[in-house]
């Protein structure tokens, strides 16, 4: 017997209703990881773009010598600031860095082949960073902006644990709804299984099929009609029983009032063989009739 039908009903449904949460929840997460990482880059790689485009603007022909701007700190006041979130320099044609953000964009690497995106290394680190190179406008100067992937990843992750993070929590919430809906809709097939358990053979009673879903609703009228069937029969077999044993009870009061005769004979031959004759033939009636009698009822209890 495979192991589901071992298991009970509401049983079986939970486990549906769990592997299809399951499967749906694994699908939904999937889709918006694609969707919020393809947003975030998006909306990152415009922030570099226009943090290039700004730097650009600047009148870069007043860098003489290489400098960088002030440190700055990474908690300030009213917020929080992560270092890889952004990072830029500003290098010379021939690869000489001439600015940078005093953070990790001192460790920018010159790598320059053509103006866009590209992916590449900080200096002595294993990380993967977005970079995206500009031209100034007069061709002096390159300008790289920077930004960790990992950083990108971390912010689609919290995007979309703060999305799906309240589905886990109305999870169980769900299946505590799902049992008390399948204890309330079962209760009526409970109540049937009683009262087919304790009815009597001999109850006439049709069984009660209010509060029974609809598709156990034909089990019952079926279980009603075979109730009817086996009372009819029951009530024909009384009928037949009864006339058998009548038919049955004539031959045996002749036999009894043959045998009398026969023994109030004394010497009278004539009237002893009389009733031996009479006699003889209630008793081939009697047999004849036993005969019928289990003909007709042997059939209707074996077959």
């Known amino acids: 017997m495979k192991l589901t039908q071992r298991l009970s009903l509401r049983v079986r449904l939970t486990l549906i209703f769990l592997i299809l949460v399951s499967i749906t929840w694994a699908i939904s997460s999937f889709v918006a990881w694609r969707k919020t990482t393809d947003n975030v880059d998006e909306l990152f790689d415009t922030q570099l773009m226009l943090f290039a485009r700004r730097l650009s603007t600047l009148d870069l022909n007043e860098i003489n010598a290489p400098q960088r701007m002030?440190?700055?700190?990474?908690?300030?006041?009213?917020?929080?600031?992560?270092?890889?979130?952004?990072?830029?320099?500003?290098?010379?044609?021939?690869?000489k860095m001439l600015l940078h953000d005093g953070d990790n964009g001192q460790d920018i690497p010159y790598r320059y082949r053509r103006e866009g995106f590209?992916?590449?290394?900080?200096?002595?680190?294993?990380?993967?960073?977005?970079?995206?190179?500009?031209?100034?406008?007069?061709?002096?100067?390159?300008?790289?902006?920077?930004?960790?992937?990992?950083?990108?990843?971390?912010?689609?992750?919290?995007?979309?644990a703060a999305q799906l993070t309240p589905w886990l929590i109305a999870l169980?919430?769900?299946?505590?709804?799902?049992?008390?809906?399948?204890?309330?809709?079962?209760?009526?097939?409970?109540?049937?299984?009683?009262?087919?358990?304790?009815?009597?053979?001999?109850?006439?009673?049709?069984?009660?099929?209010?509060?029974?879903?609809?598709?156990?609703?034909?089990?019952?009228?079926?279980?009603?009609?075979?109730?009817?069937?086996?009372?009819?029969?029951?009530?024909?077999?009384?009928r037949f029983t009864s006339d058998a044993a009548h038919e049955l009870r004539s031959p045996l009061a002749a036999l009894k009032v043959q045998t009398e005769v026969a023994q109030l004979s004394g010497d009278d031959p004539l009237s002893r063989d009389k009733a031996l004759t009479?006699?003889?033939?209630g008793d081939r009636s009697r047999h004849a009739a036993g005969r019928s009698a289990t003909d007709v009822i042997a059939p209707r209890f074996t077959g």
């Open 278 to 281: 009479q006699l003889h033939v």
């Open 70 to 95: 002030a440190h700055t700190p990474k908690k300030l006041k009213h917020g929080h600031i992560d270092d890889d979130a952004l990072a830029f320099a500003i290098f010379s044609t021939d690869g």
């Open 172 to 238: 169980p919430l769900m299946l505590l709804i799902l049992l008390l809906l399948l204890h309330r809709e079962l209760r009526p097939l409970k109540k049937l299984a009683q009262a087919l358990r304790f009815r009597s053979p001999e109850s006439e009673t049709l069984l009660d099929g209010k509060g029974v879903p609809s598709e156990v609703r034909p089990l019952v009228e079926a279980l009603n009609q075979l109730f009817s069937r086996i009372h009819s029969m029951m009530v024909r077999e009384r």
């Open 118 to 160: 590209d992916n590449g290394y900080l200096k002595d680190d294993n990380d993967l960073w977005r970079f995206l190179w500009l031209n100034s406008a007069d061709g002096k100067y390159r300008i790289v902006v920077g930004q960790e992937w990992d950083y990108r990843e971390d912010m689609a992750l919290a995007i979309v």
